[in-house]
């Protein structure tokens, strides 16, 4: 949960919501067609390493026993395994989720979700959680942000 200008913001619920416009907009197709073609297979391995990508991360933060919630206050910086690769990772994994319906569904105008996906998370979500962490971690923080990109 994070609040900018009295909004708050809960990431999976963000995602949640934009599958379902993409379902929506996307007149419920058929997903088995789409399976057999190159496209299909693709959607399949976005979204295996998508949730791949955001349970991994999750047993991270469990691991070092700090909380997944971004609006809760960190107690452990994790920059470990996938964290040495992105700051982002379950956001990562999210983004790859959000590609899959439209690549199931041959519908490139579906990914127009993911772009607001995309924008919502890295102008205004990542934004304010990354300065909560530069005040709880300071110059740790910064070094790291100095080592990791954001996204990829």
């Known amino acids: 949960m994070l609040n900018f200008l009295n909004i708050r913001i809960y990431p999976l619920l963000l995602m949640a919501i934009l599958l379902l416009a993409q379902l929506i907009f996307g007149r419920f ?19 295996l390493i998508g949730v791949v990508l955001i349970m991994w991360a999750g047993l991270q933060f469990r691991i070092h026993n700090t909380s997944v919630n971004p609006s809760k206050t960190a107690t452990t910086l994790v920059t470990t395994w996938l964290f040495r690769l ?17 690549l199931l569904a041959l519908r490139p105008h579906l990914l127009i979700f993911t772009a607001v996906f995309f924008i919502i998370m890295n102008y205004l979500v990542i934004p304010r959680e990354e300065r909560m962490m530069l005040n709880t971690f300071g110059e740790h923080y910064q070094n790291y942000c100095a080592q990791t990109r954001r996204w990829i």
Do not use: D, E, H
């Open 29 to 47: 197709i058929k997903f088995s067609l789409a399976l057999a073609n190159a496209s299909g297979m693709t959607a399949l391995a976005l979204l």
């Open 86 to 102: 992105s700051r982002n990772p379950m956001y990562l994994g999210m983004l790859l989720i959000l590609m899959v319906q439209p």
